[in-house]
C-alpha cells in the first residue's frame, strides 16, 4: 500500500532553469513531510522538510511547498545545479510515529 | 566513524543460502530501523529498534528475516534461504529518539541473490 507517490521517475532540466518535483500522499494523518537526496552508492541524506501547519519552507535553493486539501507537496530547486543530480525521495510520517512512510524516488539529471 | 556503517556494501550470494547485513548507528542514537529498496521502488520498511527491543517487526516480509540489536548498538539483519526476490539495497538508519523527525541513512548493502 503506496501511502507516499512520486509520479514521475524522472526529471531533465538545464542548469540555471527551476526543478519542480511533486509527491502525493493518501494518508491525511501525515503532518510532516520531508525530501531526502540520494546519490549513487550512498545514503539517502535528509534536505527539508515542513511541518502540515505551514504552507512553504524555504531553505537557500530548495523550497517546499504543501496543500494539505491536495494531499500534494513539491519541492523547488532555484537554480538547478549541475551537483543537483542525484534521486530525491519524498518521506511523510505522522507526529510521534516512528515510520517515515517513502515515495519512489525522482532522479533529476541536470544539463550543463 | 561520526556516520551510519553498513556491511558489507555488496553482496552476492546463491538462491538458498543465508545471509547477514550489519549495521553500526551513530553513537548514541537509540533508534536504530532497517529498509528496502527493491529496483524502480521506494524504500520499504522492515522493522525498527528502540533500545534492543523491536516493538514493530510487521514491516519483515515473511519468517525468513529476522533482526536482532545488541548493546543498544550494533544489529544484524538475517535473510535464510534467500530467494531472487530478496535482491535489493538494504538500509539502515538510526536517529536519537523513535520519534525524532530526521533520519541519518548508511550507504546501504546491495544483496544480489542467484
Known amino acids: 500500500d503506496q501511502q507516499v507517490k512520486q509520479n514521475s521517475p524522472s526529471l531533465s532540466v538545464q542548469e540555471g532553469r527551476i526543478s519542480i518535483l511533486n509527491c502525493d500522499y493518501t494518508?491525511?494523518?501525515?503532518?510532516?513531510f520531508l525530501w531526502y537526496k540520494k546519490y549513487p552508492a550512498e545514503g539517502p541524506t535528509f534536505l527539508i522538510s515542513?511541518?502540515?501547519?505551514?504552507d512553504k519552507n524555504e531553505d537557500g535553493r530548495f523550497t517546499v511547498f504543501l496543500n494539505k486539501s491536495a494531499k500534494h507537496l513539491s519541492l523547488h530547486i532555484v537554480p538547478s545545479q549541475p551537483g543537483d543530480s542525484a534521486v530525491y525521495f519524498c518521506?511523510?510520517?505522522?507526529?510521534?510515529?516512528?515510520?517515515?512512510?517513502f515515495g519512489a524516488g525522482t532522479t533529476v539529471t541536470v544539463r550543463a | 566513524g561520526a556516520g551510519v556503517s553498513q556491511s558489507p556494501s555488496n553482496k552476492v550470494t546463491e538462491k538458498g543460502k543465508d545471509v547477514e547485513l550489519r549495521c553500526d548507528p551513530i553513537?548514541?542514537?537509540?533508534?536504530l530501523y532497517w529498509y528496502r529498496q527493491s529496483l524502480g521502488q521506494g524504500l520499504e520498511f522492515l522493522i525498527y529498534?528502540?533500545?534492543?527491543?523491536?516493538?514493530?517487526k510487521s514491516g519483515l516480509p515473511s519468517d525468513r528475516f529476522s533482526a536482532e540489536r545488541t548493546g543498544g548498538s550494533v544489529s544484524t539483519l538475517t535473510i535464510q534461504r534467500t530467494q531472487q526476490e530478496d535482491s535489493a539495497v538494504y538500509l539502515c538508519?538510526?536517529?536519537?529518539?523513535?520519534?525524532?523527525?530526521?533520519?541519518?541513512f548508511g550507504e546501504g548493502s546491495r544483496l544480489t541473490v542467484l
Open positions: 538508519a538510526s536517529s536519537l529518539a523513535v520519534a525524532v523527525r530526521e533520519l541519518f
Open positions: 494518508n491525511s494523518m501525515f503532518d510532516y
Open positions: 515542513i511541518s502540515s501547519i505551514k
Open positions: 518521506a511523510a510520517k505522522v507526529t510521534n510515529d516512528y515510520k517515515l512512510s
Open positions: 553513537s548514541g542514537h537509540t533508534a
Open positions: 529498534f528502540q533500545g534492543n527491543s523491536a516493538p514493530d
